[in-house]
């Protein structure tokens, strides 16, 4: 009795922003699992071990969790490949040290990948979802402006194009680089590409 009173008691103590993180955690496993399709909410919040009310307390409607979902393909970080950023390492030395940290992340969850393409041809196809991905696009080139920004300051970089036209040059490349590999599932040949792309970007810039 005690021990259950005290699970009860944890889940009361979650606050509103770790149920939501966990109910798109849950999503994403269920929709990698049995498909888009399967993702009802009262999957979802058994996958969460959740009761079905949680999902209304958390979010207001299913589009609101398919946001927070494509969201997740924006959480990504590159904190970890900053240090290695180097003055004075060549520009496609640096490029390919920040393209190489991403990558290993996305080939760390093929699934994932595969269902944000999927969620987002599904938002494409329905007129009340249709915002979602230009909102992700959005809010993409935003973040991908700022990657390209604090790479300028801290290599010591000038770019010849504007960085905001550079973010989609380079939100480009990744989506077709993940799309291809998603086709193939070759690993070399993708991070190929990716060199390849390091290097035609470098030529874009002045250090």
């Known amino acids: 009795m005690g021990d259950s009173t005290g699970v009860k008691a944890a889940r009361r103590n979650i606050s509103a922003d770790e149920r939501r993180r966990q109910l798109v955690a849950a999503a994403l ?7 888009i399709a399967a993702a009802t909410t009262r999957a979802i919040c058994a996958e969460a071990g959740m009761p079905h009310g949680a999902f209304h ?3 207001h409607t299913k589009k609101d969790l398919y946001a927070a979902v ?12 900053w240090p290695e950023i180097r003055p004075d390492a060549s520009p496609e030395e640096n490029v390919r040290t920040l393209l190489s940290a991403y990558w290993s992340q996305v080939e760390a969850d093929p699934g994932a990948q595969l269902v944000l393409y999927e969620l987002g041809t599904v938002a494409l196809r329905d007129p009340e979802l249709q915002d979602l991905p230009q909102i992700e ?19 010591g970089l000038t770019y010849l194009r504007e960085e905001g036209v550079l973010a989609d040059l ?27 792309f390091a290097g035609l970007l470098a030529t874009l810039v002045r250090a």
């Not at 494509?70 to 490949?81: H, T, V, Y």
């Open 29 to 35: 496993r269920v929709m990698k699992r049995d498909g």
């Open 70 to 81: 494509l969201a997740s393909d924006r959480e990504i970080d590159l904190d970890d490949a």
């Open 137 to 155: 696009h959005r809010e993409s080139v935003e973040k991908a402006t700022g990657y390209i920004s604090r790479l300028a300051k801290e290599a």
């Open 57 to 59: 307390y958390c979010f």
């Open 170 to 196: 380079l939100l480009a490349t990744l989506n077709g680089v993940t799309w291809s590999w998603l086709s193939h599932r070759d690993d070399a040949r993708a991070r190929a590409s990716l060199d390849q």
